[in-house]
């Protein structure tokens, strides 16, 4: 593994992290590869739990605490944070939005860029947002030829696994088109603890709630599909392959 292997997750919401790439993260890091969660907001319009764990005016401090736990539980970086209210990425200048994941990217000179896909998954604002704002970072670095190898992934449920939990309501994607799928088991449990730190958020997950078979199979397998690769290098299976 090059010293300098470096994936950036670039994410809208504290929790975005752990459930649908979380276990890839834990696998990543523990091979060597510097793994960095840059969040948008701090998640302050989530829930406060039930019961509420927390007042509406505590909730951003809470959950950015969440999101230091669950990158500490999957063993990557502390987070970066961005200062934007959670629910307006939208209406954000998103030039000044693409300006400051310049700057991480120029500091990092990461090889792989791992994001919402454009509709979201889930159709939120914010993951539609914080997509487009990371694949016009691709684009601008790729224009201004930064460092050497750089794809952008971004996260996916594949039909069939779709169909086989009902999950009617993501966008799911052809199995055909998922480019890297990921048997997490080996991070189960740092995948679960990490999960677990976003206390506030366990009532709005329903697959926490579903039987362990169901649970491993919508968690315990993480999908990706391959956005855009410059320069024909595209390191992310290479560092799977390395971390079995």
Same mark, same amino acid.
């Given at each position: 593994?090059?010293?300098?292997?470096? !994936?950036?997750?670039?994410?809208?919401?504290?929790?975005?992290?752990?459930?649908?790439?979380?276990?890839?993260?834990?696998?990543?890091?523990?091979?060597?590869?510097?793994?960095?969660? %840059?969040?948008?907001?701090?998640?302050?319009?989530?829930?406060?739990?039930?019961?509420?764990?927390?007042?509406?005016?505590?909730?951003?401090?809470?959950?950015?605490?969440? %999101?230091?736990?669950?990158?500490?539980?999957?063993?990557?970086?502390?987070?970066?944070?961005?200062?934007?209210?959670?629910?307006?990425?939208?209406?954000?200048?998103?030039?000044?939005?693409?300006?400051? /994941?310049?700057?991480?990217?120029?500091?990092?000179?990461?090889?792989? !860029?791992? $994001?919402?896909?454009?509709?979201?998954?889930?159709?939120?604002?914010?993951? /539609?947002?914080?997509?487009?704002?990371?694949?016009?970072?691709?684009?601008?670095?790729?224009?201004?030829?930064?460092?050497?190898?750089?794809?952008?992934?971004?996260?996916?449920?594949?039909?069939?696994?779709?169909?086989?939990?009902?999950?009617?309501?993501?966008?799911? $994607?052809?199995?055909? =088109? /998922?480019?890297?799928?990921?048997?997490?088991?080996?991070?189960?449990?740092?995948?679960?603890?990490?999960?677990?730190?976003?206390? $506030?958020?366990?009532?709005?997950?329903? /697959?926490?709630?579903?039987?362990?078979?169901?649970?491993?199979?919508?968690?315990?397998?993480?999908?990706? =599909?391959?956005?855009?690769?410059?320069?024909?290098?595209? %390191?992310?299976?290479?560092?799977?392959?390395?971390?079995?």
């Amino acid at each position: 593994m090059s010293a300098n292997a470096t !994936l950036l997750a670039i994410f809208a919401h504290p929790d975005d992290e752990v459930f649908r790439c979380g276990g890839t993260l834990a696998l990543l890091s523990g091979r060597g590869v510097r793994v960095q969660v %840059l969040t948008a907001t701090r998640g302050q319009a989530g829930s406060c739990g039930d019961p509420p764990l927390c007042s509406p005016q505590e909730l951003g401090a809470v959950r950015e605490a969440e %999101l230091r736990c669950a990158c500490q539980a999957l063993g990557i970086e502390a987070p970066r944070l961005l200062d934007y209210q959670d629910g307006t990425l939208a209406e954000v200048n998103e030039d000044e939005a693409v300006a400051q /994941i310049m700057a991480v990217l120029r500091e990092l000179q990461p090889q792989v !860029l791992l $994001t919402w896909p454009p509709h979201g998954l889930s159709g939120h604002p914010d993951h /539609i947002a914080i997509s487009r704002w990371a694949t016009r970072a691709f684009d601008r670095a790729t224009r201004e030829g930064m460092g050497g190898s750089l794809a952008l992934y971004h996260l996916a449920v594949p039909r069939s696994v779709a169909g086989q939990l009902g999950l009617k309501q993501l966008q799911a $994607t052809p199995d055909e =088109q /998922i480019a890297v799928t990921v048997d997490v088991g080996a991070a189960w449990e740092e995948k679960m603890a990490a999960i677990q730190c976003h206390r $506030t958020q366990g009532g709005e997950s329903p /697959i926490l709630k579903a039987p362990l078979e169901r649970q491993r199979l919508f968690l315990g397998t993480e999908h990706f =599909q391959r956005a855009a690769v410059r320069s024909g290098w595209d %390191l992310l299976p290479m560092w799977l392959e390395q971390s079995r």
